[in-house]
T-cell receptor, first 114, second 117 residues
């Protein structure tokens, strides 16, 4: 069985603050994939990143960065210098178990105030 | 815009009625996925097509649900005898045939929000 926990239901910050969204996953498989998606108010999920279990390198893309730590089964997402346009629900997802059908977390709603 | 499109965007129906949703994937994508998302939850996988073949179905897809992709292009999702528990956002996604299925980059449509009264 696979499971994704996003313990933070909602985070509220003021523009230009840094914010970290937590994601903890569970799987018995050694080969798996982790994802982050953004869902703005329009409803369309937008792919942000994919990581496989064999690549623990952290990644930076502009103001976004991801910290993958197998030792703690976590794949956390940090937004540096947040902007109002970052306001959205962010989902972490895990694909493993042979079929690789993804399991999504419940999402973290990020509200960035001007 | 050549993204994934879904129609209708909103559907209100009475319990017991049948509804059908349509998804048009990105034209060159041969993988198509349907998900369901209820309020406050992440998307849940329903079914997957490779071209016109339906290769995976979730246990969530009861007998009242049927999906088709007749020519390997657009897809339809039909719910018969709708129940209030079917109220949700139905999301469609597509991806190209690159890499392991489900792990390639999926492009999502805006969803169809179903309300069953």
């Amino acid at each position: 069985a696979q499971k994704v926990t996003q313990a933070q239901t909602e985070i509220s910050v003021v523009e230009k603050e840094d914010v970290t969204l937590d994601c903890v996953y569970e799987t018995r498989d050694t080969t798996y994939y982790l994802f982050w998606y953004k869902q703005p108010p329009s409803g369309e999920l937008v792919f942000l990143i994919r990581r496989n279990s064999f690549d623990e390198q952290n990644e930076i893309s502009g103001r976004y960065s991801w910290n993958f730590q197998k030792s703690t089964s976590s794949f956390n997402f940090t937004i540096t210098a947040s902007q109002v346009v970052d306001s959205a629900v962010y989902f972490c997802a895990l694909a493993s178990g042979g079929s690789y059908i993804p399991t999504f977390g419940r999402g973290t709603s990020l509200i960035v105030h001007p | 815009d050549t993204g994934v499109s879904q129609d209708p965007r909103h559907k209100i129906t009475k319990r017991g009625q049948n509804v059908t949703f349509r998804c048009d994937p990105i034209s060159e994508h041969n993988r198509l996925y349907w998900y369901r998302q209820t309020l406050g939850q992440g998307p849940e996988f329903l079914t997957y097509f490779q071209n016109e073949a339906q290769l995976e179905k979730s246990r969530l897809l009861s007998d009242r649900f049927s999906a088709e992709r007749p020519k390997g292009s657009f897809s339809t999702l039909e719910i018969q005898r709708t129940e209030q528990g079917d109220s949700a956002m139905y999301l469609c996604a597509s991806s190209s045939n690159s890499g392991r299925v489900f792990t390639d980059t999926q492009y999502f449509g805006p969803g169809t929000r179903l309300t069953v009264l």
